[in-house]
């Protein structure tokens, strides 16, 4: 147990639904970050919050939509997404984005396959 | 922007043998560098990190790495490796001058320890 934890951990979406994933951290972090993990490419970084406040989006696609609250979740809200976007995608958080701090501690992540 | 690369793609051994993974990366600055590792089934844990000092480095389970600077590496080693240490092993890199926010991963290295 990490102290990150994601929710849903697998689910399965059309083409033309709307869903959202979950993530929390347990660990007093002010850093929080989405990656995409597809099948023989590198984590690919997706996006940065520090707290509360986006600092980084890696020329994601607008059907990929974050939203953090407060320092302790983190949303991603998807819509109309394509079967190509079907990966693990993993939330992580880290103390802060500061120089030193950085080392990053991973949820278990969602199975998300587009039909 | 930085990259990483890890040599290779799957490392099939017997237990007992001695292991090294080769990670290499490219950035100009001064950077930190982790290795994290991915047991089948589960979310991706921290095996080591280097910040400063000591080039090399010991982390959990036995593992070690060894920064070179002049390499731009970061190998990891056991002397010994053990069935159990079956996982995916992805070296990581983030900038120390650009606030740990981009934090980029190798594309992972397979190893499988037969018993």
């Known amino acids: 147990e990490t102290g990150v934890t994601q929710t849903p951990r697998h689910l399965v979406m059309g083409m033309t639904n709307k869903k959202s994933l979950k993530c929390e951290q347990h660990?007093?972090?002010?850093?929080m970050y989405w990656y995409k993990q597809s099948a023989k490419k590198p984590l690919e970084l997706m996006f940065v919050?520090?707290?509360?406040?986006?600092?980084e989006n890696n020329s994601v696609p607008s059907r990929f939509s974050p939203e953090c609250p407060n320092s302790s979740h983190l949303f991603l809200h998807l819509h109309t997404l394509q079967p190509e976007d079907s990966a693990l995608y993993l939330c992580?958080?880290?103390?802060?984005?500061?120089?030193?701090?950085?080392?990053?501690?991973f949820g278990p992540g969602t199975r998300l396959t587009v039909l | 922007a930085q990259s990483v690369s890890q040599h290779n793609h799957h490392v099939i051994l017997s237990e007992a043998a001695s292991l090294e993974l080769g990670c290499n990366y490219s950035y100009g600055g001064t950077v930190n560098l982790f290795w994290y590792v991915q047991y089948p089934g589960q979310h991706l844990q921290l095996l080591l990190k280097y910040f400063s000092g000591d080039p090399l480095v010991k982390g959990i389970k036995g593992f070690e790495a060894e920064f070179i600077k002049s390499k731009f590496s970061f190998n990891l080693r056991k002397p010994s490796v053990q069935w159990s240490d079956t996982a995916e092993y992805f070296c990581a890199v983030t900038p120390r001058d650009n606030y740990g926010q981009n934090f980029v991963f190798g594309p992972g290295t397979r190893l499988s320890v037969l018993p």
């Open positions: 660990l007093g972090h002010n850093a």
């Open positions: 919050y520090s707290l509360e406040e986006r600092v």
């Open positions: 992580a958080s880290s103390q802060d984005a500061g120089e030193g701090s950085n080392e990053q501690f």
